[in-house]
């Protein structure tokens, strides 16, 4: 009980926390609060209830600063509105998440499904969204364009195809299997106006890579199907000119593919990038 009285009396007395800016501040006090509350020790009725207040005003606080960003996005002003925070992100290595992971959720407010109805084979990978600085980190490098069309291998809820949609010029199109997410993030594309992006309930095996410049696979599978997709890209790349950015235990793979140079050495834990040679 003393222990969260000193954090409430600490955290009451942070001005800070009251400025939209300080998102970062306001998710490490409701964690700090969290952490209190759940190790076990009984706090009587009235500092409880103070608990809770000052959660719901945080929560308030940024519910508030979701919304307008949700706003100046459907207004077409997104980008700035979006962009302006990635400075305030973590290093872009790792696979961890972290508060700009916590603002992208909270803007494109996602009603996920409980779980997926379709089953995996053995070379399809459990979805997990790639980590939003990486994301912002990979736009960034790549510097798409109008003449640009991301597809993102294994799109899942669609963060990355929305935050290009928000954030670029280019078209964004996800290719997703399970029908469930596909309709969400159908939804949130409408919802928050973005038009330049499309979601297709397709196999990456099976669907139509002729419009794309620049593809993304965040390991969305592996083994027998990594490498017929990689195959179809090749395909492509005969064709044309193509990038293929990657994130996760599927880079070495890609990286040992002979038609693909990268300008660094490719690492698992940041985006890694090719161009066909």
């Known amino acids: 009980m003393t222990r969260l009285l000193r954090l409430l009396d600490e955290l009451d007395a942070c ?29 009587e009725t009235a500092l409880l209830a103070r608990a809770q207040g000052l959660v719901a005003k945080l929560e308030a606080i940024n519910d508030a600063l979701y919304r307008s960003t949700r706003h100046d996005i459907r207004q077409g002003h997104g980008a700035a509105r979006l962009l302006e925070w990635t400075a305030r992100g973590g290093q872009p290595e790792g696979d961890g998440y972290d508060a700009l992971d916590e603002l992208v ?98 196999d990456a095996r099976t669907v139509d890579f002729s419009s794309g410049t620049v593809f993304y696979l965040y390991t969305p599978f592996r083994g027998a199907i990594l490498r017929e997709v990689l195959d179809r890209l090749r395909t492509e790349a005969s064709r044309r000119g193509i990038r293929i950015c990657t994130f996760g235990p599927c880079t070495p793979v890609v990286a040992r593919e002979p038609w693909l140079l990268s300008s660094d050495e490719p690492r698992t834990d940041r985006i890694a990038i090719f161009r066909s040679a």
Do not use: K, N, W
């Open 105 to 202: 959720g909270g803007v494109l407010d996602f009603d996920p499904p409980d779980a997926s109805a379709t089953a995996l084979s053995d070379d399809m990978v459990f979805y997990q969204p790639t980590p939003a600085r990486h994301v912002f980190a990979m736009l960034a490098r790549t510097a798409l364009g109008s003449s640009d069309v991301l597809v993102d291998l294994g799109s899942g809820l669609g963060h990355v195809p929305l935050l290009a949609g928000i954030c670029t010029d280019a078209r964004a199109i996800g290719i997703e299997l399970e029908p469930a997410y596909v309709a969400c993030a159908r939804q949130v594309a409408v919802d928050l106006a973005v038009p330049r992006v499309e979601f297709l309930q397709q």
């Open 15 to 43: 001005p800070a926390l009251a400025r939209p800016d300080c998102l970062h501040e306001r998710l490490d006090a409701l964690d700090a609060i969290e952490r209190c509350l759940a190790l076990g020790a009984t706090a």
